[in-house]
């Protein structure tokens, strides 16, 4: 799988929307951009996936780039909710590699 | 529609001991994936069930197993326990294998090695 980068952590004040950035540059044409996150002593929480076309849905938007080597996560009015572990996963096509592997994603924190 | 439910949620053993660990996937998902989180190696892949098969395998040793019955619930187990094992361990469903759908995780079981 190709691995990814993020920053290690950000901030952003609430009501305002936060851009989590993440670069994949050596994902294949096949292969998918997921993000997930998650909330101290819960599991990852499923936010958007994508392919190639920027995708958005009642979470978050999801733009990845023309070249697909990066891509950002928006979420449009954070709230002190939103404060989480983002992680930005790039995904193999194959069933035998559709495992999802985390990195150390980026902490974001929502202020008041 | 009820999420993935893994019980218990917290469990305390003692070294050499073994256990079992239950995951009741989404209704209608049919692969179940196991995952182990600890603070130093983070979320780490365990295995992946589908259609009671073992399909896909991580990097971890034979004491770690799985299986998947019919109605797609999972049980993890893991024997001989050591310190090292003390985790979150989170199962994931998903509607199928395919890198198109997303896999959902439970709130996970964290487990205590005494």
């Known amino acids: 799988d190709a691995k990814t980068t993020q920053p290690t952590s950000m901030d952003c004040a609430e009501g305002r929307a936060a851009n989590l950035p993440c670069n994949h540059s050596t994902i294949s044409g096949n292969e998918y951009v997921y993000w997930y996150r998650q909330i101290h002593s819960q599991g990852p929480q499923y936010i958007i996936h994508?392919?190639?076309n920027n995708e958005t849905n009642e979470m978050a938007s999801l733009i990845i780039t023309e070249d697909r080597k990066s891509s950002t996560l928006i979420l449009p009015h954070a709230t002190l909710r939103d404060t989480a572990v983002y992680y930005c996963i790039v995904r193999a096509f194959t069933g035998a590699n559709s495992k999802l592997t985390f990195g150390k994603g980026i902490t974001l924190s929502v202020r008041p | 529609k009820a999420g993935v439910t893994q019980t218990p949620r917290y469990l305390i053993k003692t070294r050499g001991q073994q256990v079992t660990l239950s995951c009741s996937p989404i209704s209608g998902h049919r692969s179940v994936s196991w995952y182990q989180q600890t603070p130093g190696q983070g979320l780490q892949f365990l295995f992946e069930y589908f259609s009671e098969t073992q399909r896909n395998k991580g990097n971890f040793p034979g004491r770690f197993s799985g299986r998947q019955f019919s109605n797609s619930r999972s049980e993890m187990n893991v024997s001989t326990l050591e310190l090292g094992d003390s985790a979150l361990y989170l199962c994931?469903?998903?509607?199928?294998?395919?890198?198109?759908?997303?896999?959902?995780f439970g709130d996970g079981t964290r487990l205590s090695i005494l």
């Open positions: 994508g392919l190639k």
């Open positions: 994931a469903s998903s509607l199928g294998q395919s890198s198109n759908q997303p896999q959902h």
